[in-house]
């Protein structure tokens, strides 16, 4: 396994997705010798809005790579720097074999809770669940995958020390999914959920198929309230050709904004920064940045590796927000970086590589 500790400046921002436009910005200090902090923009959702910070923690591979010291000070910085929204998942985490047993440790959940109970108030937690009936199961069997649903929230909520969650989605939202059976399965139980309120917003993620995702929006009931997805400047596709990125922010991000459904961005930077583009010229994070404040995504999330990138991340976003690429820059921006849209170029488009894998 790769070393996710001592991460350079460089390195860093390699795994960092960009950040959204934002109509009403707050908390943003104007004073260069002030610490940045991190401004919130107000985001639609549903009937209502959420003001969110316009990045977010990630508490993927990179997060629970590092050592539990490690952890709580990149989380308690974030939280000093104003980030209010984090995501995780129950399947975010390291696993050892004992005999044969397989045992997790490094579990993001459970670093999570460790601080962010003390600062419950002031956060947006998102997770995940990883249970999804299919149509070959018998009845009794979908309703065994559904009830363990019920199971996997009470242990995230546990290991998260809190009572409810502000977000949570089913995972992994693939093209070979149907919306009809998604609607009388996975959906009705997460409705339920938000009923009950364990669950204060529920939503969909996925990084494979920008229709299909595209697809759910529009037929689920009630409409989602967010989406997890890529939002990145290159096409590049899963190992067996089945995913172009660069579709999300064409196909489903004008979609989900027509149904005021939030979008939150990953991998907009992650493996980018500093290569060459096809001009032989490095892409810069400006760059990258710039295009996704202008696609108008809700908020990023970015996994942090210590309180010093949080800091500089923080920078980073309060210089880039005034800034808006034209249609025609985008475009321009798009076609410089078209030799990455080779299925497994960028290591989170190999067909091996899921949500939370350390790579």
């Known amino acids: 396994m790769k070393s996710t500790n001592n991460f350079s400046r460089r390195e860093f921002i390699k795994n960092t997705a960009a950040l959204s436009a934002l109509p009403v910005i707050t908390s943003c200090s104007t004073n260069p010798e002030e610490k940045a902090t991190v401004p919130k923009q107000s985001v639609a959702i549903g009937s209502g809005t959420e003001e969110i910070s316009v990045i977010g923690m990630g508490g993927g591979a990179v997060f629970f790579g590092l050592s539990d010291a490690e952890a709580q000070s990149v989380l308690e910085e974030c939280v000093n720097s104003g980030i209010n929204l984090y995501d995780t998942g129950p399947n975010y985490h390291l696993t050892r074999k ?201 908020s990023a999330l970015i996994g942090h590796t210590t309180p010093a990138e949080v800091k500089g991340n923080a920078d980073l976003v309060k210089n880039s927000l005034s800034k808006r690429m034209s249609s025609t820059a985008m475009k321009n921006f798009e076609k410089r970086l078209a030799h990455l849209t080779v299925p497994g170029e960028l290591v989170w488009t190999r067909r091996d590589y899921h949500d939370g894998a350390v790579v």
């Open 98 to 298: 004992d005999g044969d047993a397989y045992i997790p440790f490094n579990i993001s959940e459970e670093r999570y809770g460790k601080v962010l109970s003390k600062h419950r108030d002031k956060v947006l937690i998102s997770t995940k669940t990883t249970n999804r009936p299919n149509a070959n199961q018998t009845a009794a069997e979908q309703q065994a995958v559904l009830d363990a649903i019920d199971t996997q929230l009470d242990q995230s909520l546990t290991r998260l020390q809190t009572t409810y969650v502000d977000f949570y989605s089913a995972w992994n939202i693939v093209g070979s999914d149907d919306i009809s059976f998604m609607q009388s399965t996975i959906w009705q139980k997460l409705v339920s959920l938000k009923s009950s309120g364990k669950v204060r917003y529920i939503g969909l993620s996925g990084m494979e198929s920008a229709t299909k995702m595209k697809e759910a929006i529009e037929g689920l009931d009630p409409k989602p309230d967010f989406v997890i997805i890529p939002m990145t400047p290159t096409g590049g596709s899963l190992g067996d050709g089945n995913a172009k990125y660069i579709e999300f922010a064409s196909v489903t991000l004008p979609v989900a904004k027509q149904h005021n459904v939030a979008v939150f961005g990953m991998k907009v930077m992650k493996g980018l920064v500093g290569e060459a583009d096809t001009n032989g010229n490095p892409i810069t994070a400006e760059e990258l940045f710039n295009y996704a404040h202008s696609k108008g995504v809700s």
